[in-house]
């Protein structure tokens, strides 16, 4: 089994910035397609940046331009960079991966926090 362990969390003020690392362990794992989400309170998990196979990138609208997500093939880590953070980016941030066995993005982290106050 994959498992995913996200990091980086924590509480910034608003116009701060903040990188969360995702990585990736276990006996079967190749990286290729990753995903962050995010999950705010009483609000639906939401899909917030995607990086494909191939490379090609897909960002939420809310997060266009102040976010970049990206990865390193040789340490099986997804990162996801978060600058001019506003209270609105506050949330819980899962990593979602692709699993080749299934073809399904079932592969899941326990998530961090990232609070945006000032």
């Known amino acids: 089994q994959v498992q995913l362990v996200e990091s980086g969390g924590g509480l910034v003020q608003p116009g701060g910035s903040l990188r969360l690392s995702c990585a990736a362990s276990?006996?079967?794992?190749?990286?290729?397609?990753m995903r962050w989400y995010r999950q705010a309170p009483g609000k639906q998990r939401e899909l917030v940046a995607a990086?494909?196979?191939?490379?090609?990138?897909n960002y939420a609208d809310s997060v266009k331009g102040r976010f970049t997500i990206s990865r390193d093939n040789a340490k099986n880590t997804v990162y996801l960079q978060m600058n001019s953070l506003k209270p609105q980016d506050t949330a819980v941030y899962y990593c979602?991966?692709?699993?080749?066995?299934?073809?399904?993005?079932?592969?899941w982290g326990q998530g961090t926090q990232v609070t945006v106050s000032s």
């Open positions: 979602n991966a692709l699993n080749p066995l299934s073809g399904e993005y079932d592969y």
């Open positions: 990086l494909h196979s191939a490379g090609s990138t």
């Open positions: 276990g006996s079967i794992f190749s990286i290729d397609a």
